[in-house]
């Protein structure tokens, strides 16, 4: 695969991870909504599930190398443990995995064996209140920053829940918010928001003081369609998640627009073994065409990705790992990239 180069970032495609899961457990993925990796390189999987299956809820586990290794969740409800719709994830310095749920109005807790630990959070528009938790990040002090997409706001805690501080209200000016969705946390302290409705990227200080505005409504380099997710590497780029281009951008530490990835996904392992076994479905791929020339009418970013297996189809999220890889899940397509800056 070509590596995606810009003047002062390379990103080398590595891999793809996933197969779709249409049962209730075990290998596979179903609707990935996000992904994050603990400190020993194993790879946690958001599975959001469509609401025919949400019974089967769960969170799995596996690693660079393909092995499967568990899955933990309780399923759907409200409940110690369970989920309804989960949204994003991110660790602690204790490796303590914090998974926010939009419809419970909460974050819940679990180690890396999915046990789970403890949650906090409810519905409401005071301080300390949720009406649609979504983005989380967790600075280095263990401090918790969550987007509260319907509340148009960010709120700050501790790891245990306490309320520290919050900031945002509804509208389109600088510091404002409309719908944020992702939220990530620089080297510095800094906190970065994927104003989702407003297509745009902010930066803030750690108390909620407007930095910088990135971006604006469009398909263009540096543009915004619905952005929902957002991470930065310790060097300052900053990755995108651009969901309504169907795309991930990357930006330098002042918002200036370095590279986009649209998607270069090959077979993942079990793929690979699940057509080894299947040699009917592998003769029906082969005379499928899978990278077509779209037709005019469907120029669009969203018929262009469905029909064009290799590229993102719902890159929801993004994530880094302590080894500069980046990961990018595909709700639509059951499935994660795995992209290294050299």
């Not at 939009?102 to 807790?109: D, F, G, H, K, P």
């Not at 619905?226 to 169907?246: H, M, Q, T």
């Not at 200036?256 to 270069?264: A, I, N, V």
Request: with cysteine.
């Amino acid at each position: 695969m070509s590596p995606q180069v810009s003047s002062t970032v390379t990103l080398n495609y590595v891999k793809t991870i996933g197969i779709v899961n249409n049962g209730f457990n075990g290998r596979g993925f179903a609707n990935p909504y996000d992904v994050a990796v603990s400190r020993d390189g194993r790879i946690f999987v958001l599975n959001r599930c469509d609401p025919p299956r949400a019974e089967a809820i769960r969170i799995g586990v596996c690693n660079l190398d393909e092995d499967y290794l568990a899955e933990f969740g309780n399923g759907y409800g409200d409940g110690d443990g369970q989920l309804r719709l989960p949204v994003a994830m991110a660790f602690d310095s204790q490796d303590r995995l914090y998974v926010t749920d939009e419809y419970n109005q909460r974050v819940s807790i679990f180690d890396t064996e999915g046990h789970f630990l403890s949650k906090w959070g409810a519905f409401g528009h005071d301080e300390g209140q949720f009406d649609g938790p979504a983005g989380i990040a967790i600075n280095a002090n263990d401090q918790v920053y969550i987007a509260d997409q319907h509340n148009h706001r960010i709120q700050k805690y501790s790891r245990d829940g306490e309320f520290i501080l919050e900031w945002g209200e509804e509208g389109a000016g600088d510091g404002r918010l409309n719908m944020p969705w992702g939220v990530a946390v620089d080297a510095q302290g800094d906190v970065y928001v994927a104003d989702w409705r407003n297509d745009r990227l902010q930066k803030f200080s750690a108390d909620g003081h407007h930095i910088a505005t990135f971006g604006g409504p469009g398909q263009g380099d540096g543009q915004f369609n619905r952005p929902s997710g957002v991470a930065v590497d310790a060097e300052g780029l900053i990755y995108v998640a651009d969901w309504g281009n169907e795309r991930v951008q990357v930006l330098g530490p002042d918002g200036e627009f370095l590279l986009t990835l649209r998607g270069q996904a090959t077979l993942s392992k079990w793929a690979e073994e699940f057509f080894a076994v299947n040699p009917d479905e592998w003769e029906a791929r082969q005379q499928s065409d899978l990278i077509p020339d779209v037709p005019p009418h469907l120029n669009a970013p969203y018929h262009i990705s469905s029909q064009t297996e290799p590229y993102f189809w719902g890159p929801v999220a993004v994530s880094l790992d302590a080894d500069n890889r980046l990961y990018v899940p595909e709700t639509n397509r059951h499935r994660f990239q795995v992209y290294q800056k050299a």
